[in-house]
Structure formats: structure tokens, C-alpha cells
């Protein structure tokens, strides 16, 4: 079955340095991705998002990459701040599915 | 001004009880959905409506019936409750389905 994981639980940075989540999907026909962060306390709130037809998308201080042949995904965050700590969730869905199959998460934890 | 709102944040009742959670979106959004997140922080999608006609039901108890008196609102009802429905419950939205979702900050349900 399609299934999407990400390779560590728990992420600790220093403030100031880049940041780089990773996910992994298994579904070949996944044709659209989506970053989530998750604050304490509050839902997910969508961060970036990516088709297939891309492999770079950039948006203020993150930058999603898709390397579509291993099936992997990954979220970079630059300048890492306090504010950013969260979990994070990649999310995937494909043409046709009217849902979006979520990742286990991985928390972010930046130390000053 | 809030997006996605949901109500009660928290609910606290004893196994065997019957419980109703509301959500509301002031988005013009097409589709709603509920998710369930347990405690390692796994979100899994329990139904989704289209402009109020449900479309999808991912393998939920027939104990948990969603109603959507309108595109703007999605209830989730619970009857019979039991200690494993202890988690936390999301709302969200999307413009169209498989579009990104806007999520509630969450009703977390404790059962005694």
C-alpha cells in the first residue's frame, strides 16, 4: 500500500543554521506534495507545495526539492529561528485521490 | 477571523456517551474534511464532503457519522464512545478536492 514516512522523529538545530526535513513516499503515481507545519496547540498550517513536474520550489526560506526516482522529498529551511519549531509533515496525493495521505512528522527543535 | 473554526477546543466525557463536534469554514471552500490525530502525532483523514455530499469515508466506525447542513459547515458526530477514540480531531478545507487543506486548531477529545 502507498505509505509516506520521514527519516528522523526529531530535529536539532542551532538558531541561524539551515534546516533540512526529509520525507520519503512510496507511491509512484504521487503527483503532488505539500509541507505542513504544526505549532503546539494548533492545526497544520501549509508551508509549500510541489507537482511532480518540478524538482526545486522556492518560497521564503524554504525550499521543497522532489528527486521523483528515489521517491523522496525533502523541505530546507534557511536561517532556522525559534519560531520555527514545530513538527513538520509532508503530505501526498495523486491525480484522481481526493485525499491527502500525511507522513509521521518530524519535530523541529531549535536551541538558541 | 478566524479561517477554520471548531468547537469545543476541548471535550472531556466518560466511555458510552454521545458527542457532537462542529466545524465552520468562512473560506468559500468546496471541501471539508475530518482528520483524526492520535498521540504520536499521526493524522489520518476520516471523511471528506464536497459541497455537502460526502465523498470520502476511510474504514471509520459507524459510531462517528459527519453531517454537512451546508458547504460551509461539517459536524462530526460520535455516539457510544470509547477510550480509543481519545485524540485529537481536525477540520479543514480545501477550495476544490486534493487542493491544499487550511485545518482548525483542533478538538481534543479525552475519553474517561
Known sequence: GESVGLHLPTLSVQEGDNSIINCAYSNSASDYFIWYKQESGKGPQFIIDIRSNMDKRQGQRVTVLLNKTVKHLSLQIAATQPGDSAVYFCAETYTGRRALTFGSGTRLQVQP | ?112
Not at chain 2, 465523498?55 to 477510550?83: C, G, Q, W, Y
Not at chain 2, 481519545?86 to 478536492?97: E, L
Not at chain 2, 486534493?98 to 485545518?103: I, T
Open chain 2, 1 to 112: 477571523d478566524t479561517a477554520v473554526s471548531q468547537t469545543p477546543k476541548y471535550l472531556v466525557t466518560q466511555m458510552g456517551n454521545d458527542k457532537s463536534i462542529k466545524c465552520e469554514q468562512n473560506l468559500g471552500h468546496d471541501t471539508m474534511y475530518w482528520y483524526k490525530q492520535d498521540s504520536k502525532k499521526f493524522l489520518k483523514i476520516m471523511f471528506s464532503y464536497n459541497n455537502k455530499e460526502l465523498i470520502i469515508n476511510e474504514t471509520v466506525p459507524n459510531r462517528f457519522s459527519p453531517k454537512s447542513p451546508d458547504k460551509a459547515h461539517l459536524n462530526l458526530h460520535i455516539n457510544s464512545l470509547e477510550l480509543g477514540d481519545s485524540a485529537v480531531y481536525f477540520c479543514a478545507s480545501s477550495p476544490k478536492q486534493g487542493q491544499p487543506q487550511h485545518f482548525g486548531d483542533g478538538t481534543r477529545l479525552s475519553i474517561l
